[in-house]
């Protein structure tokens, strides 16, 4: 029972992680490197609120996340852009992106080193024990997990209810098809790639109440976020969410059952053997 | 292409104007290398404990005119940063820059045990003595005997393991914790390296080893590991931590009332943001190194460090790196910007620094705090090979 749900706490920090990454990747079609580093913005500002403000860290998501939207919006606009009408075909723009997003994340790295300082950013917000069938489970894990679960839910509902996220599935699908039946092909990935740098800020503000981050950690966030979103299947909501919590049960259960140390064999071992067997992941389509 | 010559003459007469700047200040400035991660997964550590006392040692040295030199002039210093991005090979690279083509008088140690290591063959070809403030290691003899250049401050790892078995077993005599020890570690070369150490130490002092895992670097959930160890019912936990985990394994004991008498994590424990992080809940945590605060030179240290950089030093190789720079700045106004005399004068001379008067004896300082513990509010040092003005050791009592 403790596997399960310690399991599933972890998940839920993971989908969090992978979300963002998943519309960026999914629809928009950028392999977004720097993704990480926006976790890392966004849980800056909440410890910058928490210190400084001496108010609610989840307060900081009020100016995060429209702000992320915002400075998401304008990089995709005036950086990533030029480089999707430049490419020829989608294997073409992975490569541009994946060397703009890199050189990109350097640069973030260093502004937030100018803004932030080098040190650890590391505050205790619910850091209490929150009993579940009798065993004591941290507060802030518990919250964060709530959090992205309503946070999952509502972008399943939206994608799946909505008439615009009908059009952002279509140019998940085929971006040339969506075109053609008058869709804002553009449009749409600016959007989508705009809310997945607001949902990656706001899961940094959640993350910070229990992770200990510096200016250099997004890397480690971009690497977990990329295994799932590739293991999920790209642009697919679900997938993301099922393939995070297949890893949080996973680790914890190799972490109790087998050793701790083990954990990361695990990750990657279940990553290779979905790789194997299913190439474009668990809720990924073929490409045709 | 008007606009892109205009900016390179802009530059060009900036470049010149700093010259300019540079030599009408008279007395050329000694110039002094720094290499040490900005960024990478150490840049959070370095910004703590390394680049704050760099920045302090310069501003007191000019502020009080530059290093006194033999001949009577002043001296002011000019330091040379680099990032090397936690990365030995870029290490490498830029120590090599540093002597190469900067070609500084003097460089300062790198940041960590693997960086200084994989640092050490380019100190040494180019004849820069390398005085480590932050590498912890058990072949502290071969280093040296390889390496005339190569000065250790930090202490080795058997001292740091074998101090914490020595804790636990006179708490044990004093009947105030049992036998059962819970041990982590964190699977990398620090982790690793003690962990192999502490175990034959804490066997042959009679503890019986009830829960002894590791767990990769950068697991975002070690709630496992508390509930494993706790599930051993153990009477002290230690743990062979970095910085992230020692504050994800502390938040995770106190979620779950770990209940034992001495708590120990190592890396970060000195930390002020862990003491801030915890509060009072910290009373009686033990974790590596400790310093002796309330001597006059370490009041006036601690002081200067909060005036000068805007936050607190460390309570543990803050200290240490500091006074190995003042190492560096005695020998220069003893015997000059001779490399090889300066090296040589640091294997012999007497310093006075911020941790007391200190004697190199084989290259490397043998007398260093290797256990501390927060008592009200302040990391004490409660266990050291020979130093004096340690706390007695106390119980930790709940959360």
């Known amino acids: 029972m403790d596997i399960l749900i310690t399991g599933l706490l972890l998940g839920a920090t993971y989908s969090l992680i992978a979300m963002g990454l998943n519309l960026q990747y999914g629809v928009a079609r950028i392999m977004n490197l720097a993704n990480g580093e926006m976790l890392v913005a966004g849980a800056f500002a909440a410890f910058w609120v928490y210190t400084a403000q001496s108010a609610n860290p989840f307060a900081a998501a009020l100016f995060v996340v429209p702000g992320a939207f915002v400075l998401n919006w304008l990089i995709y606009r005036y950086l990533l852009r030029p480089l999707v009408r430049r490419a020829k075909n989608r294997g073409m723009l992975e490569v541009d992106t994946i060397l703009a997003t890199f050189g990109m994340s350097f640069a973030f790295v260093g502004i937030m080193l100018l803004a932030f300082g080098g040190g650890y950013f590391t505050y205790s917000y619910l850091a209490e024990p929150f009993p579940i069938f009798g065993s004591p489970f941290g507060l802030n894990r518990v919250v964060a997990s709530l959090i992205a679960a309503v946070i999952c839910g509502l972008l399943y509902v939206w994608i799946h209810g909505t008439r615009t996220g009908m059009a952002i599935r279509a140019v998940a699908v085929d971006p040339a098809a969506a075109g053609l039946v008058a869709i804002d092909v553009p449009r749409m990935s600016a959007l989508s790639f705009a809310l997945g740098g607001a949902v990656t800020a706001a899961g940094g503000i959640v993350l910070s109440t229990f992770l200990t981050m510096d200016a250099s950690v997004g890397v480690v966030f971009t690497m977990k976020a990329l295994i799932i979103v590739i293991m999920g299947g790209v642009g697919d909501v679900r997938g993301t969410i099922i393939a995070s919590l297949i890893l949080g049960l996973a680790e914890t259960a190799v972490a109790t059952l087998v050793d701790p140390g083990m954990t990361l064999a695990a990750a990657y071992l279940l990553f290779v053997l979905v790789l194997l067997f299913r190439p474009q992941g668990l809720f990924g389509r073929r490409a045709s | 292409m008007r606009r892109r010559t205009a900016l390179r003459l802009a530059a060009a007469a900036a470049v010149s104007s700093a010259f300019s700047i540079g030599t009408a200040l008279g007395a050329d400035p000694i110039r002094i290398g ?249 009373n009686g945590h033990l974790g590596a190194g400790g310093v002796n605060p309330d001597t006059p030179e370490m009041k006036a240290y601690f002081a200067a460090h909060q005036k000068v950089t805007g936050k607190p030093a460390d309570f543990w190789a803050s200290a240490v790196t500091y006074a190995t ?75």
Do not use: C
């Open chain 2, 325 to 399: 720079l003042q190492v560096l700045e005695q020998s220069i106004e003893a015997v000059g910007t001779d490399r090889k005399a300066v090296t040589e004068h640091i294997k012999k001379g007497t310093f006075q620094t911020v941790m007391g008067p200190w004697r190199f004896s084989n290259q490397s300082i043998d007398k260093f705090w290797t256990v501390g513990q927060w008592q009200d509010g302040v990391f004490y040092g409660v266990a050291s090979t020979g130093l004096s003005g340690a706390k007695p050791v106390i119980t930790k009592t709940g959360w």
């Open chain 2, 34 to 282: 720094a290499v040490a991660p900005k960024t990478g997964p150490l840049a959070a550590g370095a910004a703590i404990t390394h680049w704050p006392n760099v920045q302090l040692w310069a501003h007191q040295v000019n502020e009080r005119g530059g290093l006194r030199m033999k001949d009577g002039s002043r001296r002011k210093v000019e330091i040379i940063e680099y990032d090397d991005r936690t990365n030995p090979g870029e290490t490498i690279k830029a120590v090599e820059r540093l002597a190469t083509q900067d070609k500084v008088d003097f460089i300062l140690a790198p940041y960590s045990t693997g960086l200084n290591v994989a640092a050490a063959p380019v100190y040494a070809k180019h004849g820069y003595p390398q005085i480590t403030a932050t590498s912890i290691t058990d072949k502290i003899p071969e280093l040296t005997k390889r390496y005339s250049s190569i000065f250790f401050a930090l202490g080795s790892t058997t001292a740091l393991a074998g101090s914490v078995a020595d804790i636990l077993s006179k708490l044990r005599a004093e009947k105030k914790i049992g036998n059962r020890v819970a041990m982590v570690n964190v699977a990398d070369a620090f982790g690793i390296e003690l962990a192999e150490v502490a175990r034959p130490v804490l066997k042959k002092a009679g503890f019986e080893i009830v829960y002894d895992r590791s767990y990769p670097l950068g697991t975002q959930d070690l709630s496992p590991i508390v509930k494993g160890a706790k599930a051993a019912n153990p009477d002290a936990f230690v743990a062979w931590s970095y910085p992230p985990d020692t504050f994800a394994l502390t938040e995770q004991a106190k979620i779950e009332n770990l209940d034992v008498k001495a708590f120990y994590t190592a890396v970060a424990t000195a930390f002020p943001a862990y003491g801030g992080k915890f509060g009072k809940s910290v």
